[in-house]
């Protein structure tokens, strides 16, 4: 589920590239539950096996992660039900920096006597340094969602009572939904809000291109060193991103708004069509002297080779770019 919502959202630009890691579970009652602190270790009914499932997370799925693939630092946990327990108690520990995002789709946080979310209130109170996200979710049909309900507006009254700067909470409730219906629409909003907060989207970026007093290059610089202090860690725009967002506003036919967005993305990493499309742009304002600069440009970036582009693609773009060029 999360694999193919997850592989939708990457391919049309709504999140950052990630990897998916799917962690099995044996035995869901005990492996996400911490150990109960009102008993001894060794009591028989202490049962709890969190501790042996963050272990085996941080001293073997990470260095497996780290020797296979090309990653960077940042790290996000979603677990769902009872696995949306294992997610606060991770948050709320002195684990809670191993991610940098959580997500707990319709999480039960009362086991052990509501040991996770005492936790939670003592470290909300404290104003622990959390420097992460957090988004947590349930639906409004069944037993279960009715009971799961009061625990995260429990954590939502705490932060508000309690304002904390290093974390990004995110409460969100997904009408008529069951304790299972909830999971897919929850992945994606909770995916959404996640990559919003650490990197420019494109809903971010249509706020920014409407504000007239700056720059949307200065609009994104502050917005990024904004999250930074709160989360620790923030994801950079890419030019690939910004193209894609700029072509959008082509589709518009609002040419001034996507040669400011495509100029932006070729100042990251110039690129043959994004020059041929601020030509175009140009070309649909009847600015033809600027057109033809950029049109230009494109030819010159695909006759030196710099794109890596094979013979097909490379005379394809030649024609079109060709067929464009104002005489």
């Given at each position: ?67 296979k693939y090309r990653i960077t630092e940042f790290k996000a946990l979603i677990g ?54 957090y988004y947590c979710s349930y639906g409004t049909v069944g037993s279960l969602e ?148 950029y049109f230009k440009k494109a030819m010159q970036l695909l006759e030196s080779g ?22």
């Amino acid at each position: 589920n999360a694999k193919s919502i997850i592989d939708y959202l990457v391919w049309s630009y709504q999140i950052m590239p990630v990897i998916v890691v799917g962690i099995h579970s044996d035995n869901r009652n005990s492996e996400f539950i911490p150990k109960d602190r009102s008993l001894a270790i060794d009591d028989s009914k202490n049962k709890g096996e969190a501790l042996l499932l963050t272990n085996h997370i941080k001293n073997e799925i990470f260095p497996l992660i780290n020797e296979k693939y090309r990653i960077t630092e940042f790290k996000a946990l979603i677990g769902h039900s009872r696995g949306g327990a294992f997610v606060a108690n991770t948050l709320f520990s002195e684990n809670k920096n191993m991610f940098n995002a959580y997500i707990a789709i319709s999480p039960g946080m009362h086991y052990l006597d509501n040991q996770i979310l005492n936790d939670a209130e003592k470290m909300i109170i404290n104003k622990t340094d959390f420097n992460a996200f957090y988004y947590c979710s349930y639906g409004t049909v069944g037993s279960l969602e009715s009971y799961f309900k009061p625990q995260i507006e429990t954590l939502d009254s705490l932060f508000q009572k309690y304002p904390n700067n290093t974390i990004v909470w995110r409460k969100n409730v997904i009408k008529n939904t069951t304790h299972w219906g909830t999971v897919a629409p929850s992945l994606t909003y909770g995916l959404l809000e996640m990559n919003r907060n650490f990197q420019v989207d494109q809903l971010l970026l249509d706020t920014f291109v409407n504000n007239k007093e700056k720059s949307v290059s200065e609009q994104v610089k502050n917005y990024y060193k904004k999250q930074y202090k709160i989360l620790g860690y923030t994801i950079p725009m890419t030019a690939g991103n910004l193209r894609y967002y700029g072509n959008e506003y082509v589709e518009e036919e609002k040419y001034d708004k996507a040669i400011e967005i495509l100029k932006f993305s070729s100042e990251i990493k110039p690129g043959v069509n994004t020059f041929a499309e601020i030509g175009w742009a140009y070309k649909n304002l009847n600015n033809n002297s600027e057109a033809n600069v950029y049109f230009k440009k494109a030819m010159q970036l695909l006759e030196s080779g710099a794109m890596d582009w094979d013979k097909e693609k490379t005379e394809r773009w030649r024609k079109i770019i060709k067929d464009e060029m104002l005489k």
